[in-house]
């Protein structure tokens, strides 16, 4: 009688939880929505895996083409000497990680390596600079490096740090068409990394970005001690932005040497899974890019994030100041899944 009764119990506890699973999904899948909730996005979380991917994969396929990877390629086009003191980056003045300071690339320099990305297969090329904020005689520059990699005829993205709106304004002139600002974290784990700057001033500028015309490409850092809270934060804070962002990073932690977060806990393979599929659950249209921390995945680690629903990657040997698996690797890799680089 006891057995009998507890299976019934367990039944109905089934029923109930499968109940309120069904619910949250059909949340996720039924409309692009701006209003979740902290409960309802680590509810995401917790469903089985098994749910969680086939439901992020069920949505992917309603907005994307399936097998289809976007490819961005990175170049640091001012790399080192940064002022800010974010605790996981090689770049900051603040952490010996034996990077030097260097200047501003040459408008030339840039050029041959845009046209080297795009021979490779790249169709988006992303510059990034060690800045707080860009001054306005580098930004003369970094116009000139937007037209011509433009003229290249490849999608043009920059990160360069926090823009006034002004600035906002000079790059979507010159022909920029994704700014990349991520918020890295929930608002509440933020300032335990980032002391140099606050949350706010990041959403800040990402609204500049936003009234300036240009496509938003915002995401994250998974690996930095976070807790789960913080993860599902991070992902609620940008699916309730008023826009869904066009890009969103999801970036596992490299771990520098020299940098604060050198030491910092191994994420679970699974849980960074589950953080792809709750962006792809989150933000149906966006690309969710499975971006940094790809050199120390296996292929089928990376395979699971596809099928969770990323869909974009940097693609290239180096990411800024780090590596990331060769070209190579990675044709190697699409071959193995039937995987097809995105036309824009
Ligand atoms: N200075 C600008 C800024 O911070 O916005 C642009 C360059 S910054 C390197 C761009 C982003 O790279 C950071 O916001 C962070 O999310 C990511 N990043 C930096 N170091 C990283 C690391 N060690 N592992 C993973 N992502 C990292
Ligand atoms: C993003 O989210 N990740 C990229 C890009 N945006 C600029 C940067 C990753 C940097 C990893 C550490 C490095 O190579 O310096
Ligand atoms: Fe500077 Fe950007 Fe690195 Fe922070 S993440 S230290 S702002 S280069």
Known sequence: MVVRGAAAGARKD?????????????????????????DEVRQLFA?????LILAAQRVHRLHHVPNAVQMSTLLSIKTGGCPEDCAYCPQSVHYQTGLGREALMEVA???????????????????????RSPKARDLEVIVEMIREVRALGLESCATLGMLSPEQALQLKDAGLDYYNHNLDSSAEFYGEIVKSRTYQQRLDTLAAVR?????????????????????????????????????????RLVKVPGTPLADAPEVDAFDFVRTCAVARLLMP????????????????????????????????????????PDVARDRALFERLGLTPLKP
């Open 211 to 251: 009234a300036a015309g240009l496509k938003v490409c915002c995401g994250g850092i998974i690996g930095m001690g976070e807790s789960p809270a913080d993860r599902a934060q991070l992902l609620r804070t940008l699916a309730n932005l008023p826009e869904h962002p066009e890009s969103v990073p999801i970036n």
């Open 14 to 38: 089934t029923a109930m939880s499968m109940a309120r699973d069904e619910g949250v999904l059909e949340a996720a899948v039924s409309a692009l929505r701006h209003d979740w909730t902290l």
């Open 285 to 324: 249209r966006a690309h969710v890019r499975l971006s940094a921390g790809r050199s120390s995945m296996s292929d089928e680690l990376q395979a699971l994030c596809f099928l969770a629903g990323a869909n974009s990657i940097f693609y290239g040997d180096k990411l800024l100041t780090t590596g990331n």
């Open 109 to 131: 320099a840039v050029r041959e390596c845009a046209a080297r990305a795009r021979a490779a297969g790249a169709t988006r090329f992303c510059m990034g600079a060690a800045y």
């Open 47 to 51: 469903l089985p895996f098994m749910d």
